[in-house]
């Protein structure tokens, strides 16, 4: 029978009667039930590397194990630094596994950046990578401020070890000597209501901030997002969304797990090897940033690939044109197309679209709000606006995030005494409920589905010795929606040109975060308080 959820009217109907939170429990208790039920059906295939749902077990259970001889304890720290894998998940899962936090690290960071997440979490415990991309993401970290002095352990997933780190075997093999009871009865002392991760994401300040999340919050709210999306048994989903994003992490692979699907890891985004692993391995289920489609479609020879096995998108993070909707249903053949909303502070999703919706409703709006939460649009003193007046986005309900880490006045400056967490965005409720996001109180915008936050990229300009102020706003690109652009004042008898500056910020950020434009300007726009004026600095980029 359908349940119906507090805080909501509409009934989801589950094949055990119950909500994700309670059906599992915790991660650990999510990974065990799977395991019984879907036993011997494959649960990762990540290249020559295939897991079963059973020997998914069995591997997490050995590395939980190895962390015990490392001794990690519950609420410690364990950082994850490393692209899409087979290892991340069963990392990550052994992390919940021993009752300890993972902190997902962004691949693109740069050693700086990477630094600070693990300084400011306490990390003890570093999972990572030597190459990715070209670069050692262990190296990157040598020399690095804040120290990292909380840092213990570093796990190299993939690639060689080197003195004072641990490779993939050896650290695995060091749990032999752990009783296998005693990491079973770790497992089983997790509750739900213990942290399972801290999530980072700048704020309007450009420091990042780390998001606190329950096992109870991510269950329930991805067996809802599965339910409703119509995730199921037997879809083979291709995660080519980070696992250090809240998508490609618990819409990706922790739902497929819930729902008896097989996860195909994807570590770099390429078209060809995307088109190449949707016809050999039959996938179903592709969910990304509206960027990935258009790349796809875009694709000169889309029509040689028999794209027939997919069923299911599922997209939001930007406008999308409903001429690109359209075209996912006839181009690339998929029979649902779906947008959602949601942002880290609200476990990642807080709305969705529901199958059946028109196109348009798809691409102009982000859905209703998923169960057991609602959402408010209110004005600049807090008073709701009528349905089809835009107003700044609220929501409340079970997936507000517990607060920020070790910050609690950030915590209530997010949300207020009453429960309802500030997005920042300005959206539109229409009368059925559905939002459409149409600015952003917060300067943030979205480069190829990656937040960028342009006080944290000015933050890191601003250590450019030739730079004097800076200014930093979203530029509108076809391909990824928003690219940086920088307005750049110089510091007096300073000499520096655009191509310069690029290549500079190439190596000190992430690449999303590098302005693709610089200009170069006698003085910002600002107000009477030295506020700057970025909507005329947005103005002239559109030429008005």
Known sequence: MPTTREG???????????????????????????????????????GDVTLSYAALADTVHAAARALLALGVAPGDRVAIWAPNSWRWIVAALATHSVGAVVVPVNTRFKGGEAA?????????????????LGVDLVAMLDGCEPPLTALEHTVVLAGPARDGTIDWERFVGGG???????????????????????????????????VLCTHAQTLRAFRDWADIVGLREGDRYLVALPFFHTFGYKAGWIASLMMGATVFPLAVFDVDAVLSLVVRERITVLPGAPSLYQSILAHPRLAAYDLGSLRLAVTGAAVIPVDLVERMGRDLGFDTVLTGYGLTEATGVTALCRAGDDAATVATTSGRAIPGMSMRSVDASGRDVPAGEPGEILVAGYAVMRGYFDDPAATAGAVDADGWLHTGDVGVLDPRGYVRITDRTKDMFIVGGFNAYPAEIERILQRHAAIAQVAVVGAPDERLGEVPS?????????????????????????????????????????????????????????GT
Not at 121 to 132: D, H, L
Not at 185 to 208: M, N
Not at 497 to 526: C, G, Q
């Open 116 to 132: 600070y997440v693990l300084a400011r979490s306490g990390a003890r415990v570093i999972f990572t990578v030597s190459e990715f």
């Open 176 to 210: 032999a000597g752990v009783d296998a009871a005693t990491a079973a009865e770790r497992a089983r002392a997790v509750g739900p209501d213990d942290l399972c991760d801290v999530i980072f994401t700048s704020g309007t300040t450009g420091a990042p901030k780390g």
């Open 486 to 542: 920088a307005f750049v004042v110089l510091r007096t008898g300073a000499s520096l040109d655009a191509a310069t500056l690029i290549a500079w910020s190439r190596e000190n950020m992430a690449n999303y975060k590098v302005p693709r434009t610089v200009h170069f300007v006698e003085a910002l726009p600002m107000n009477a308080t030295g506020k700057v004026l970025k909507q005329k600095l947005r103005e002239r980029l559109r």
């Open 8 to 46: 909501s009217g509409e009934s989801i109907a589950h094949d055990d009667g119950r909500r994700g939170d309670l059906e599992f429990g915790t991660l650990p208790g999510m990974l065990a039930r799977a395991a019984e039920r879907f036993a011997s059906r494959d649960a990762v295939r990540d």
